[in-house]
């Protein structure tokens, strides 16, 4: 009993002993070459060692952080390229949202793959995102990945059910949406920061507008043209600028009036667990007085499951009498497919009316109306 207990106590202190350690003569080489396991080499600057990580800086200035238990050798010198079974052969992943790059599999645990690419720098990503590996060689470990349950990411992070997010869409691809079967909306990105969109309802006008459907909300007018903007600020924030124009037409009972929305975004979190909170203007141009709404949006993205995601948009007017409309609610389940994905939920429009009658006190008349949402989202393009 007493040898187990001193081999557990000093099983920490030999497995930190088999970790290679960089001596004061490779911090002070100008290159050294580091050899891997699987037979990677890394060509660099050693700046330290960090307990088990040690930072190497390349010849274009960019660092690496390397595990050092998967080091063999420091050298000054190429080593010779090792041979014999223990070396793998090269595997290209292809991820879900279309990167593919080449590597060899490290290890993998229920929520991180780790994989080393070529430059010996090691990258890692979740098992949902991974679509495919494809391996020439005996690489057993990457490829076992394929064997995992099919999961599907969201890939329109860039619209949540009524507004937008800080995320542009994809450069060179085009998100479809329709929402009840009749409002069908674009938005392309035309690069890596900025997208361009449009909505078309082709039956606006041809029917009766109901004062207690929140649906119309959603719908909105014949037309309406937008663009976003957006920059990512460090790993987890995002900002954006989003315009809307909708000019003016025809409605079922009189002329609308044209309008310009300006709203800034900023979005916390990745493309699959985000939350957006946005400001901006609702202007009326054809208006002299009272002519802009200030509207405050808030919305929430959150992956419950491999292909489940969670939606939340919410729009709340600061000047409700003139906007008739105080809070514009939605929740949604979005079920995540390979290229499209469906939204099912609800609506809810709180409305503010102000209530005079003669010889009666004027009073404030809060009411909300509640309607389902349904959506289908689709992406056109390059997989």
Do not use: C
């Given at each position: 009993?007493?040898?187990?207990?001193?081999?557990?106590?000093?099983?920490?202190?030999?497995?930190?002993?088999?970790?290679?350690?960089?001596?004061?003569?490779?911090?002070?080489?100008?290159?050294?070459?580091?050899?891997?396991?699987?037979?990677?080499?890394?060509?660099?600057?050693?700046?330290?060692?960090?307990?088990?990580?040690?930072?190497?800086?390349?010849?274009?200035?960019?660092?690496?952080?390397?595990?050092?238990?998967?080091?063999?050798?420091?050298?000054?010198?190429?080593?010779?390229?090792?041979t014999g079974s223990d070396q793998t052969h090269t595997t290209v992943f292809l991820l879900k949202d279309g990167t593919r790059f080449s590597g060899k599999f490290v290890r993998q645990d229920n929520t991180m793959i780790t994989v080393r690419k070529s430059n010996g720098q090691l990258t890692y990503f979740e098992p949902e995102l991974l679509a495919r590996v494809d391996s020439s060689g005996l690489d057993t470990g990457a490829t076992a990945l394929t064997d995992l349950p099919r999961t599907f990411q969201n890939r329109f992070s860039p619209w949540l059910l009524t507004g937008n997010t800080a995320f542009n869409a994809e450069k060179g691809r085009v998100y479809y949406r329709n929402t009840f079967l009749i409002l069908n909306e674009l938005q392309y990105g035309l690069t890596r920061n900025l997208s361009l969109g449009a909505s078309v309802n082709p039956f606006y006008g041809s029917y009766s507008p109901s004062a207690f459907s929140p649906r119309e909300t959603v719908l909105g007018p014949t037309i309406r043209l937008s663009g976003k903007l957006t920059f990512p600020i460090g790993e987890q924030f995002r900002f954006g600028i989003n315009t809307v124009y909708q000019p003016r037409q025809k409605g079922f009972f009189?002329?609308?009036?044209?309008?310009?929305?300006?709203?800034?975004?900023?979005?916390?979190?990745?493309?699959?667990?985000?939350?957006?909170?946005?400001?901006?203007?609702?202007?009326?141009?054809?208006?002299?007085?009272?002519?802009?709404?200030?509207?405050?949006?808030?919305?929430?993205?959150?992956?419950?499951?491999?292909?489940?995601?969670?939606?939340?948009d919410n729009t709340f007017y600061l000047n409700a009498y003139y906007g008739n409309s105080s809070a514009d609610l939605s929740v949604a389940l979005r079920l995540n497919r390979k290229r499209h994905a469906f939204d099912l939920g609800a609506l809810a429009a709180v409305k503010s009316n102000f209530v005079y009658y003669i010889n009666v006190p004027a009073q404030n008349q809060t009411k909300v109306y509640i309607s389902p949402y349904i959506g289908y989202n689709l992406i056109i393009g390059r997989n």
């Open positions: 009993m007493k040898t187990v207990l001193l081999f557990l106590l000093l099983s920490p202190t030999i497995l930190l002993a088999q970790l290679i350690k960089v001596t004061p003569q490779d911090i002070e080489r100008k290159q050294s070459y580091l050899l891997f396991r699987d037979g990677t080499l890394l060509r660099g600057r050693i700046i330290r060692q960090d307990s088990s990580v040690i930072t190497v800086q390349k010849r274009n200035g960019d660092r690496s952080f390397v595990e050092a238990d998967q080091v063999v050798r420091i050298s000054s010198s190429r080593p010779d390229a090792p009189y002329q609308i009036a044209q309008q310009l929305v300006i709203q800034g975004l900023m979005s916390f979190g990745d493309s699959q667990r985000n939350a957006t909170l946005g400001y901006g203007l609702r202007i009326f141009p054809d208006y002299t007085s009272s002519n802009k709404i200030p509207v405050i949006t808030v919305g929430v993205m959150h992956q419950l499951s491999r292909n489940l995601t969670f939606l939340s």
